[in-house]
């Protein structure tokens, strides 16, 4: 092969490398910035200290309707930012929920009185939620029965406390393991990327559709949700 036909080469597989480089980048940028259609009126944001500081007006800017702050994790843990989460979005006139991280590993009881002395019952709130997955701090796989049951004690006390059915955020390998949206009736908040979910017993209330999306006001990838029309 001569010089100039493998210079050529290259330059040919160069090329396509860059174009290779260049849609993929085109893909992701894409994905950070997707959002479902506006046949869901309303849509949101799900944040914990994680996602550190947020400027909540600039998060209204960008098209959030209403916004979920992570407040308790187990029967023990307070996100760090719960306070200045939950002032900042009712400053901002967004919609507040609370949510709460929930553990195989603590009673049910104890997690109840985490979240019931940490958020206010406030009358406006949205209905508190409960995030149901598999943690990789905890271990502990119990039997769908007793999973059951202490959801429901859980569910029961937290209830009382804010006066409002609680949201399940659920993830899907933790529902194919337990089944709980068919055990415990109660609204459904599904997860899944892009595409909505089929997984849950029973339609979902709340869709998690994004969990990369980039939005003004928040530093990093955040979580994006809709409410079903």
């Not at 998060?59 to 760090?80: H, L």
């Not at 059915?165 to 609204?187: D, Q």
Request: with cysteine.
């Amino acid at each position: 092969m001569s010089v100039r036909l493998w210079n050529r080469r290259i330059a040919q597989v160069s090329a396509s490398l860059v174009g290779i480089g260049l849609a993929a980048f085109g893909a992701v940028t894409l994905a950070w910035h997707w959002r479902p259609s506006d046949r869901f009126p309303f849509q949101g944001v799900d944040v914990s200290d994680a996602n550190g500081p947020v400027d909540w007006w600039t998060v209204r800017k960008d098209g959030a309707d209403f916004a979920y702050v992570r407040a308790t994790s187990g029967a023990a843990m307070r996100d760090p930012r719960f306070e200045a989460n939950w002032a900042g979005v009712h400053e901002a006139g967004l919609r507040r929920g609370a949510m709460h991280a929930y553990s195989l590993c603590k009673l049910a009881t104890d997690q109840a009185n985490n979240f019931n002395t940490t958020v206010p019952r406030t009358r406006d709130a949205l209905p508190a939620a409960v995030e149901i997955d598999f943690a990789p701090d905890c271990t502990s796989r119990p039997e769908p029965r007793v999973v059951v049951d202490e959801l429901r004690r859980f569910l029961t006390m937290v209830e009382a406390h804010t006066g409002k059915p609680v949201l399940l955020k659920i993830s899907k390998p933790f529902e194919a393991a337990y089944g709980v949206t068919a055990a415990l009736p109660r609204p459904v908040w599904a997860v899944q990327d892009f595409f909505p979910p089929e997984y849950p017993a029973r339609p979902w209330r709340m869709w998690q559709a994004s969990g990369i999306r980039r939005i003004d006001g928040v530093e990093g990838p955040v979580h994006w949700n809709v409410v079903a029309p």
